[in-house]
């Protein structure tokens, strides 16, 4: 949700507090059920707003994965390198020789297998690696991030499609909105001006919030809470 909907979402919400503080509207059946359907469209907004800000966490939950992942993966690869390298194993040192850049380079999918085959070659060599730091213990860890950050890696995908769905619906449901307060409620709303005055003027100071594009105040009208409004 941008800040031109949530300032939007804010305005409804007033008129919603207004509505919500007293039940004189309910003596017109077709603005009670404009009501109905107003707090209907309110709670999906809210909903799908709560449904993108957790699709973008997902994201956070996989980059920071990668990292931890890599940086174990990076730590391992060197200690069997170092000990490869003094004990002239030349092979196992070409098999890890990874820098920390190169260990997280490509796709998912790239890394993981590379992740793994250094899981691999350590655990191969375990019995000669524990002068350098690495032991059963950080095996057993690094296969753990290894599976953690196969776990995440849909979920961003995921969230896109959902967050991007949710964007389009939420748009669709301010029109209706909009199109609800603007061509039935605040009509119908004027009956109540002689008879609920303050009712009335309640529902008329919540409506006349006005945001500029962009998200910042043009005008702010405080709400009047019915009780002081007679």
């Given at each position: 949700m941008n800040s031109t909907q949530s300032n939007k979402l804010n305005s409804h919400l007033a008129v919603q507090a207004v509505l919500n503080g007293t039940e004189v509207w309910q003596t017109l059946p077709a603005f009670a059920a404009g009501v109905e359907e107003l707090e209907e469209h309110i709670a999906s907004i809210q909903a799908l707003a709560q449904t993108q800000t957790s699709q973008s966490g997902a994201a956070a939950e996989k980059a920071q994965a990668f990292q931890v992942l890599v940086d174990a993966a990076f730590e391992t690869a060197a200690a069997t390198r170092a000990c490869a390298v003094a004990s002239s194993n030349r092979d196992l040192a070409r098999r890890v020789d990874y820098s920390r850049?190169?260990?997280?380079?490509?796709?998912?999918?790239?890394?993981?297998?590379?992740?793994?085959?250094?899981?691999?070659?350590?655990?191969?060599?375990?019995?000669?690696?524990?002068?350098?730091?690495?032991?059963?213990?950080?095996?057993?860890?690094?296969?753990?991030?290894?599976?953690?950050?196969?776990?995440v890696q849909p979920k961003p995908r995921q969230g896109r499609a959902h967050s991007s769905s949710a964007t389009k619906e939420i748009a669709k449901l301010f029109k209706q909105v909009d199109e609800l307060l603007n061509d039935r409620l605040d009509g119908l709303a004027f009956q109540f001006k002689d008879t609920q005055a303050a009712f009335y003027n309640a529902y008329t100071t919540a409506r006349s919030i006005v945001t500029a594009s962009g998200g910042r105040s043009a005008r702010s009208t405080a709400v009047t809470p019915i009780a002081k409004a007679a």
């Open positions: 850049s190169n260990v997280g380079k490509g796709r998912d999918t790239e890394v993981v297998a590379r992740c793994q085959d250094i899981l691999a070659a350590a655990t191969e060599n375990l019995a000669s690696l524990a002068d350098y730091g690495i032991t059963q213990a950080k095996l057993t860890a690094l296969k753990k991030k290894i599976e953690g950050f196969q776990a």
